[in-house]
């Protein structure tokens, strides 16, 4: 069935850190990817999206890129901050579905 | 201007009550969502309008009950609240049904002791 498969967290970086995420998922039809953010006490928000092979959704100095032959949608960046420090969801939409499906997320904590 | 709100923020009550969650969007979203999210941050969507009609009603108890008396409202009602219940409680909405972006709101976190 349609799944999202994250990396475990929690990840724990130093200010200025790369980040990546890696996020790959198993849809059926052509799904629609997301990276949805969510802070401390918080809803989640969007972070990026792509609909498409090969587009980058790109905010706030995060990337994905929707690799369709590998099925996955990985979250870099390149220099995280301390606010940065949140739950992380990549998710993906589906006509076939009607719905986001969203994986386990995965703690980011950013320190000085 | 908040665009999705939920009240209450917090709800702690006992086994067996009834309870209600509100939830409100001012953004002109035709399409409003109720996700559950456990304590490991495992997020599930259980329900979904499109201008007041259900779209998606997932596997969930008969004792969960949403209602839209309009295409800004969607309320949740739980009925005979059990240990198991206890979780943030989300509402979302969007434009349309589609891949198009949710805005979700500050959660409701239901303690059921």
């Known amino acids: 069935g349609d799944s999202v498969t994250q990396m475990e967290g929690p990840v724990t970086l130093s200010e200025e850190a790369f980040l990546t995420i890696n996020c790959t998922y198993t849809?059926?039809?052509?799904?629609?990817l997301f990276w949805y953010v969510q802070y401390p006490g918080e809803g989640l928000q969007l972070l990026l999206k792509?609909?498409?092979?090969?587009d980058k959704g790109s905010n706030k100095g995060f990337e994905a890129t929707y690799r369709k032959e590998t099925t996955s949608f990985h979250l870099e960046k390149g220099s995280v901050q301390v606010s940065d420090s949140a739950v992380y969801f990549c998710a993906f939409y589906t006509g076939t579905a009607s719905k986001l499906t969203f994986g386990t997320g995965t703690r980011l904590q950013v320190t000085l | 201007d908040t665009a999705v709100s939920q009240t209450p923020k917090y709800l702690v009550t006992q086994m067996g009550n009834d309870k209600s969650i509100k939830c409100e969007q001012n953004?002109?979203?035709?399409?409003m969502y109720w996700y559950k999210q456990d304590s490991k941050k495992f997020l599930k969507i259980m329900f979904s309008y499109n201008n007041k009609e259900l779209i998606i009603n997932e596997t969930v108890p008969n004792r969960f009950s949403p209602k839209s008396p309009d295409k800004a409202h969607l309320n949740l009602h739980i009925n005979s609240l059990e240990l198991g219940d206890s979780a943030v409680y989300f509402c979302?909405?969007?434009?349309?049904?589609?891949?198009?972006?949710?805005?979700f709101g500050p959660g409701t976190r239901l303690t059921v002791t």
């Open positions: 953004l002109g979203h035709d399409t």
């Open positions: 792509a609909t498409k092979a090969d």
């Open positions: 979302a909405s969007s434009r349309l049904q589609g891949p198009y972006e949710q805005y």
């Open positions: 849809a059926t039809g052509y799904p629609s």
